[in-house]
């Protein structure tokens, strides 16, 4: 039996020896799925694809075993791959889907209240614009008001209407002044009831201008905490699809390393097919019942000798053709 020797670097190298078997089995499985990270193995033999092309030489035993040990790891990787699929792909699917569910009505909540701002913002430039009118038209009706009270004006108002009424007037030039003078305190008289109007009109401006800023000021403050909820959220979605990214990966890892296993796996299975077609042959040797080693021994040997051209005995040329090779 053939000996080789493993070599694990660890913290400290070790040294185990291993017999062909357990080193067909280490590289068959080996190869299906990766180098362990901090670890490297070194196969001191004469031949590094020992595992594929020593297969041949393993007994029906050892093939069996070997057929086991990988159908295992078959069923171990598919029952990883479907884990993954039910498991970790189905439920990011799941949360992706509530995520963009959220996402979907916080966006429509931000739309409806950037509409709502710009609305309040419309109508508050509406009420500024009358303020701004108001302020201009009251600094022009107070350039046109006397220093006199309106309590003095009123009274002056009611003598001079009392004198026009009572004739109280010696000639027509005195009754005309008279009357200029009631005309133009009226003239002021309206003038304050105006400035008093477009007063109680700016003061109700302006508590509607307040009212909208602070409308405007509350929707700007919610459209803050809007964004912030966007933007988490966002940032949810993107680890979410991330994972399932990396969960796409191992999966597709998984089933790469399970399509290789399973090349392994036909590949013993080819072998054991010959072994049982050698072993239903019952070849014999002259006294003696022929191992299932010594006939594949045979016939490798009949092999090298075929194709160096070297003679072959008739057992020998029976056991290659009637095997279908």
Not at 2 to 18: D, G, N, Q, T
Not at 269 to 298: C, F, T, W, Y
Request: aromatic letters at 6%.
């Amino acid at each position: 039996m053939i000996e080789c020797r493993v070599m694990i670097i660890e913290s400290s190298p070790k040294f185990v020896e291993l017999s062909k078997y357990q080193i067909c089995i280490i590289l068959l499985l080996y190869q299906c799925v990766y180098k362990p990270e901090g670890k490297y193995w070194g196969l001191h033999s004469a031949d590094q694809n020992f595992a594929e092309k020593d297969v041949e030489s393993l007994n029906w035993n050892e093939l069996l075993n070997l057929k086991h040990s990988l159908s295992s790891f078959l069923k171990e990787t598919s029952n990883k791959i479907i884990e993954i699929e039910r498991s970790k792909i189905q439920t990011l699917n799941n949360k992706i889907h509530t995520s963009g569910d959220e996402l979907k009505l916080l966006l429509n909540k931000s739309r409806e209240v950037r509409s709502s701002i710009k609305a309040k913002n419309s109508e508050f430039l509406t009420i500024s614009q009358k303020i701004s009118q108001s302020k201009d038209f009251l600094i022009t009706m107070e350039s046109r008001l006397s220093d006199e009270s309106e309590e003095k004006v009123v009274r002056s108002i009611e003598i001079l209407t009392d004198r026009i009424d009572g004739k109280h007037y010696g000639t027509e030039s005195e009754r005309n002044r008279i009357a200029q003078e009631l005309k133009d305190k009226s003239m002021n008289m309206e003038a304050i009831k105006a400035v008093k109007t477009i007063k109680q009109g700016l003061d109700q401006l302006n508590q509607q201008a307040d009212t909208f800023k602070q409308d405007i000021r509350i929707l700007n403050q919610e459209i803050l905490d809007l964004d912030n909820r966007l933007n988490n959220c966002r940032l949810a979605v993107d680890v979410l699809y991330n994972e399932r990214r990396k969960s796409w990966s191992e999966r597709g890892t998984l089933l790469d390393v399970y399509n290789a296993s399973l090349e392994k796996l036909e590949l013993i299975n080819l072998q054991m097919d010959k072994v049982a077609k050698v072993r239903r042959q019952h070849l014999h040797l002259p006294g003696q019942r022929v191992s299932d080693n010594e006939i594949l021994k045979v016939k490798e040997e009949a092999k090298r000798k075929l194709d160096s051209g070297s003679k072959l005995s008739f057992e020998e040329l029976k056991l290659l053709y009637t095997d279908g090779d």
